[in-house]
C-alpha cells in the first residue's frame, strides 16, 4: 500500500489545488458581480421639513401631604 486509493500518482495533489483555486475563483467573481449589481435609482427631492407637533400632557399627581408625627419633646 503506497497510498490512498482515491488518489494515485504524484500529481493528484496539484490536480486538487488547481481545482480548488479555479473553484474559489468562480465563487469570488460570483460574489463580486452580486455586489456591484445594482440599478441605478432616479434622484429623489430631498424630504420637506417636518412640521412642530406640540402634545398637551396631563399634569402629574402629587402625593398627599405627609401626616405630622408626633415626637417625644
Keep these: 500500500?503506497?497510498?490512498?486509493?482515491?488518489?494515485?500518482?504524484?500529481?493528484?495533489?496539484?490536480r486538487w489545488a488547481g481545482s480548488l483555486g479555479i473553484v474559489l475563483l468562480a465563487h469570488a467573481a460570483l460574489i463580486a458581480a452580486a455586489l456591484?449589481?445594482?440599478?441605478p435609482r432616479e434622484a429623489e427631492p430631498p424630504p420637506q421639513p417636518a412640521s412642530a407637533v406640540m402634545v398637551e400632557l396631563a399634569p402629574?399627581?402629587?402625593?398627599?401631604?405627609?401626616?405630622?408625627?408626633?415626637?417625644?419633646?
Design 1 to 14: 500500500m503506497s497510498g490512498p486509493a482515491w488518489a494515485p500518482g504524484e500529481r493528484a495533489g496539484l
Design 36 to 39: 456591484r449589481w445594482h440599478a
Design 60 to 73: 402629574l399627581p402629587a402625593a398627599p401631604p405627609a401626616p405630622p408625627t408626633a415626637l417625644p419633646p
